[in-house]
């Protein structure tokens, strides 16, 4: 296991997740998101091959579209 911060809280998720697994457990769609990677951008196309470690920081905001 490996303990990450996503968001400013600390997220336990098994050792070889990626940020795609981690967005899975949550029930967001990656299409759905913005992710930043310990500091960095990433791009969407990398969600799923992205493993995640012991201590990453990640910020992931999603995109949310409505009015009238």
């Known amino acids: ?6 968001n400013g809280a600390p997220r336990e998720v098994p050792s ?12 967001w769609k990656p299409e759905w998101v913005v ?3 310990n500091g960095e951008p990433l791009e969407r196309a990398r969600l799923a091959s ?7 920081r990640l910020e992931i905001v999603r995109a949310v579209a409505g009015g009238a």
């Open 50 to 56: 992205v493993r995640l470690s012991d201590g990453d």
């Open 35 to 37: 992710v930043e990677y």
């Open 16 to 27: 070889d997740a990626t940020i795609a697994d981690l967005l899975a457990s949550i029930g």
């Open 1 to 6: 296991m490996a303990v990450v911060v996503a």
